[in-house]
């Protein structure tokens, strides 16, 4: 049962303590299967792409993440943390977002001639100056995002991430069978973000109308800062080494380490896509109920825990099978000190 918050015609709907269970549930069924899409996809076009394909697109991502560290957590967080926003804000939030995502991808395409040279691979030039285009859905989906993690409407949030990653690992395998090598990757891409963007939207009840309220704007901008000076001192644990393997060990290997670190680390990125949504938006409903929010805790842990803990078994005991299932029988030797490495 739900009660509600209305702020100037703006409505967002706040769970009961009872429902957060069913929300977890929710987030860890959309991590689930968002998994699930993404390794299945992944075993066809292991089995049709070169690794310097994953190598490439593995360099676009370490470094589009600098690019948008600001805006994949800060501006959902925002939202969540705010809970007096109404439809101007919203859209001021939305004006702010869209900025700062043009410019970050604006940056990126000027910087894509350095990443090429840098990296000693003419094709990151032209691969860079797309992938760029990520970066502005990426920033535009985390408004409508946070609207349904503040309203802990993690069905419809887990809907349009499943929904958005079947879309691209149908396009990375129509364009792999075609021959596209690493544009089948940066196609897919392209094609997950703007269609989770549409459809984080469409969940949301959210039009895309822009504002500039420069209170929001000076508020939001503080917040964001902040919650970006820790994902800026992160990023380089998560992805520096992608940045040393490529320019040190070439495109080749970096596609096996990727690879290898794509597969151990599916648990972590599960447990983690669970437990944080879902506990921030609990901790801003909470009003200080330690309690609550401490039952909540292990109850998610454990939630997440129970669910990921089969797989990680498995993978633990059988490394070099489910290697060998997943990225075939080709470059398995090279895959398995990658994997003790990640």
């Not at 001021?92 to 410019?103: D, E």
């Not at 992608?242 to 972590?268: D, P, Q, S």
Request: glycine share 8%.
């Amino acid at each position: 049962m739900l009660h509600l918050c209305k702020h100037e015609g703006f409505t967002i709907k706040l769970p009961k303590i009872n429902s957060w269970l069913q929300a977890t549930v929710w987030a860890g069924l959309g991590q689930y299967f968002t998994q699930i899409v993404t390794l299945l996809g992944l075993v066809v076009l292991a089995r049709v792409l070169q690794p310097e394909s994953f190598g490439q697109i593995a360099i676009l991502q370490a470094i589009g993440a600098f690019f948008s560290m600001f805006t994949i957590v800060g501006f959902s967080s925002a939202v969540v943390q705010f809970g007096d926003l109404n439809k101007r804000d919203v859209g001021s939030l939305l004006s702010l977002a869209l900025l700062v995502g043009a410019i970050s991808a604006t940056i990126f395409a000027a910087a894509s001639p350095l990443i090429a040279h840098f990296f000693t691979d003419g094709d990151l030039l032209i691969l860079g100056l797309v992938y760029s285009l990520n970066l502005v859905a990426i920033a535009l989906q985390q408004v409508p995002r946070g609207l349904l993690e503040r309203a802990s409407d993690f069905r419809r949030r887990s809907v349009a991430m499943v929904l958005g990653s079947l879309l691209s690992m149908i396009t990375a395998i129509g364009l792999a069978l075609s021959g596209a090598e690493a544009w089948a990757l940066v196609g897919s891409m392209l094609v997950m973000n703007f269609s989770t963007m549409v459809f984080f939207f469409y969940f949301a009840k959210l039009e895309l109308k822009l504002r500039w309220d420069k209170r929001v704007i000076d508020r939001s901008f503080r917040f964001i800062s902040e919650v970006s000076i820790y994902q800026s001192l992160n990023y380089f644990n998560r992805s520096f080494d992608k940045v040393i393997i490529g320019r040190v060990l070439g495109m080749e290997a970096l596609g096996y380490y990727t690879r290898a670190y794509l597969l151990l680390n599916t648990g972590n990125t599960a447990i983690g896509g669970i437990i944080s949504p879902v506990l921030h938006s609990r901790m801003v409903h909470s009003k200080g109920d330690e309690v609550a929010l401490r039952r909540l805790f292990e109850a998610v842990t454990l939630l997440a825990l129970w669910t990921v803990s089969p797989c990680m078994a498995i993978l633990a005991a059988f490394p070099s099978d489910v290697l060998r299932i997943v990225w075939g029988q080709d470059g398995l030797w090279r895959l398995i000190p990658f994997f003790g490495w990640a």
